[in-house]
């Protein structure tokens, strides 16, 4: 059995995990999230882990070897990233045909985030997906 490793980097506003190439990543990449998130107070936390499943999903299924999740709490916006270490890019703007070679977690992306964009680099990739959260701190209070 193999386990992610304790968080690289842990605070308030960012969280760095190794996560390695296997099927159980993508549930310890959600356990982990929704604590970090449920910590923080993340009013869009259910969507966050579906993002960061999603994302830890198609990295073990189309990549060789671990991947890294990051998670960073910019004031109101998160940014969910992973990186892994496939050259292969996804056409993030081609809609979902479906079928047995998936595509629909994109379009879950596309559709729960702010914005989807991959960032190349040599020996692989880093797809971020951001998405506008309140926490309870941050909202405003509502007029009538």
């Known amino acids: 059995m193999t386990t992610p490793a304790p968080p690289l980097t842990s605070s308030g506003t960012r969280l760095v995990v190794a ?43 189309h990549a060789r070897g671990p991947c890294l ?36 977690g994109l379009e879950i992306m596309r559709h729960l985030g702010d914005s989807l964009r991959v960032v190349p680099r040599i020996g692989g990739k880093t797809v971020h997906v951001s998405l506008r959260v309140h926490t309870p701190a941050h909202d405003s209070p509502r007029t009538p």
Do not use: K, Q
Request: include cysteine; charge should be negative; aromatic fraction near 2%.
């Open 69 to 104: 999740l990051t998670l960073a709490d910019h004031g109101g916006s998160l940014d969910i990233a992973v990186t892994d270490h496939s050259e292969d890019m996804p056409d993030v703007h081609r809609p979902a045909a479906g079928g047995r070679h998936g595509g629909f």
């Open 19 to 61: 996560l390695p190439s296997g099927p159980r990543s993508p549930a310890a990449a959600r356990r982990i999230a929704a604590g970090w998130l449920d910590t923080g107070g993340c009013a869009r936390a259910a969507d966050a882990v579906l993002i960061v499943s999603e994302l830890v999903t198609n990295a073990v299924r």
